[in-house]
């Protein structure tokens, strides 16, 4: 990720503020801290230098941070931080994001930073959505995963519920997308998941469900999410998504051509 390698340089700053531009300054001043006695650099990073990210980079700068100041915040809803949820987290950052060394350190950092802010969930939420509110596909996977965050100890605590309504709202998340990706972790009967997943009634012809199984496979495709202009460590975020959606698709036409 270029825009990493430059921040961790101490080359360039950023412009954005507000609670995700806090939090990823105090994350990249954790890193100075800790590398100034090898690296004489650490402190050329600065005020002064902000603003020098290109448009694309900034945006995977607050993306970056966005999911993982998020993910602290939801994290503590219920008043504690479990085994279960660190786990949830951090097979994320290895098998979906795919980050190692640096970045891994980094997100890290981010998400012990964003646990010590007092700025709140629904802050870094609407300026994640602020930021992303035309790109529905990437609201949508945010909101899946703090809804895998939730169930990742078993336990969908009602503090977790109540995060989950506050995405839902400032997401602009509705009923429909909301039972689509719900029923895909609360348990449901499974043939009606896969409808939940495609947005469709179980009473819908084949016409329908092939028709709603082609919009949302194309909004969930891969190379969507590249060409959005997110890093490609993050097409694995995607690929799950359009992986279920493949799934319901093909459980859905064996039931109708049973």
Known sequence: MAWMGKILGGTVGWSFGGPLGAVIGAA???????????????????AGQRGNLNQQE???????????????????????????????????IKNELKLQGE????????FD??????????EYAQQF???????????????DLLMRVAVADNDFHHKEEEYIKKAKKIFNI??????????????TADLEK???????????????????????????????VIGKGLPEEFVDFAEQEFKKIND???KIKEEKSA
């Open 58 to 92: 900034e945006k995977q700068t607050i993306f970056f941070t966005s999911i993982f100041s998020m993910l602290a915040k939801f994290a503590q809803a219920d008043g504690t931080v479990s085994r279960a949820e660190i786990k949830t987290i951090d097979r994320f």
């Open 28 to 46: 990249i001043g954790n890193h100075f801290d800790q590398s100034s006695s090898s690296n004489s650099n650490g402190n050329q990073f600065g």
């Open 174 to 187: 509705d009923d429909s997308q909301y039972e689509s990706i719900r029923s895909q972790y609360v348990d």
């Open 194 to 224: 896969y409808y939940k997943i495609l947005e469709c009634s179980p009473e819908a012809d084949f016409k329908e469900v092939k028709r709603k199984y082609r919009q949302k496979a194309k909004d969930f495709h891969p190379d969507n």
């Open 103 to 110: 970045a891994r350190k980094l997100a890290i950092r981010v």
């Open 248 to 250: 319901a698709f093909e």
């Open 113 to 122: 930073e964003a646990k010590k802010k007092n700025s709140t969930f629904e």
């Open 129 to 143: 959505y602020d930021n992303f509110k035309n790109e529905q596909t990437l609201v949508l996977g945010m909101f």
